[in-house]
């Protein structure tokens, strides 16, 4: 692999494109400030999605795998993306 094509002085070459097809995937990451209950607790977490997920789908937090309860757009808002509240058990 040519080591120019990572150069930040240079432009990037056509070359790269062909050596590194599926190197980068810039998808938007999203922004999501989730409530995580348990029973009888709270707690808040930031957390970074490729979108918002659906009602009942599992989400990775800091305490385990979450099922998503009630996720909604935020757009009025300027950090998050969304809202997310999901149930630990």
Known sequence: MASYC????????????QLLPLSCDHR??????????????????????????????PIET???VCLVTHAERTPGMQRYDGTIVCRFS
């Open 62 to 64: 800091k305490y385990g």
């Open 6 to 17: 990572f150069s930040a002085a240079s432009r990037w070459p056509a070359r790269c494109a």
């Open 28 to 57: 938007l990451i999203q922004t999501f400030i989730v409530t995580i209950e348990g029973p009888g607790w709270k707690d808040l977490q930031d957390i970074e999605l490729p979108r918002l997920p659906d009602e009942g789908e």
